[in-house]
Every structure is written in structure tokens, then in C-alpha cells.
């Protein structure tokens, strides 16, 4: 039996390798389009409707814990953005009014390699 392509584990992987990614500052060896970062939000997205289908002791624990403190650091190293400078380039998959958006989608980060 194979692993899902999609599972949790690999939501939660995408959207650590994003938020380690943008603590570095993206390293020069390290090729990251801005279709990536749109993807990596979309698995943040897929997160939360994921956390909100679990019962409470699961969202209360260790999954919610370790989302709570990623979701931290990534507010540690973006910036607001309520002009949403990066949707141009960086859309949800699914069609959300502005106000349903995720707060991710709302913050840029300090330093993107696709500024340079």
C-alpha cells in the first residue's frame, strides 16, 4: 500500500519546508518558483479544512500544537500584506471571497528569492 500523495503528513511537510525555506532566506542553491510558494499556501489551506473535520482532541493536540507553532514562525518571517502585492502570481486554487482567505495569503515574506 502507498501513502496518499495528499496526506496529512504531507500538508504538514509542505508547509514546513515553506516556512524552514523562508527562516534561510532562501538559499541561492535552492530553486523556488513563486507557482511553489502559491502551492505550499494552497497545502496550508488543505490543513485547515483538514484541522477543522478532526474532533477536538485532535485540533487541541499534537496536530494543532505543531500547526500553532508553524503557522508562528511564519508570521515571524513575513510581513503584512493587505495590498496582496503577490496575488498576481499567487492564487488559491479554490475560489474564496477575500474575507475567507487564510491569513497566509495575506502575508509576504521580508525576503523572496523571486524578488532579487
Known amino acids: 500500500m502507498t501513502t496518499p500523495v495528499y496526506s496529512v503528513a504531507d500538508r504538514f511537510a509542505s508547509w514546513e519546508r515553506l516556512v524552514r525555506r523562508t527562516e534561510r532566506d532562501w538559499s541561492s542553491?535552492?530553486?523556488y518558483p513563486i507557482s511553489a510558494y502559491g502551492n505550499d499556501l494552497d497545502s496550508r489551506d488543505a490543513l485547515e479544512e483538514l484541522m477543522r473535520a478532526?474532533?477536538?482532541e485532535a485540533r487541541d493536540g499534537v496536530l494543532g500544537q505543531l500547526l500553532a507553532r508553524l503557522d508562528a514562525r511564519f508570521r515571524a518571517?513575513?510581513?503584512?500584506?493587505?495590498?496582496?502585492?503577490l496575488s498576481p502570481w499567487v492564487?488559491?486554487?479554490?475560489?474564496?471571497?477575500?474575507?475567507?482567505?487564510g491569513e497566509w495569503w495575506k502575508r509576504r515574506p521580508v525576503?523572496?528569492?523571486w524578488d532579487d
Not at 77 to 85: K, L
Request: proline residues 24%; aromatic residues 4%; without cysteine.
Open 29 to 31: 542553491d535552492d530553486f
Open 91 to 101: 492564487r488559491p486554487t479554490t475560489d474564496k471571497p477575500e474575507p475567507e482567505l
Open 77 to 85: 518571517v513575513t510581513v503584512p500584506d493587505p495590498e496582496r502585492t
Open 111 to 113: 525576503h523572496a528569492p
Open 54 to 56: 478532526m474532533p477536538a
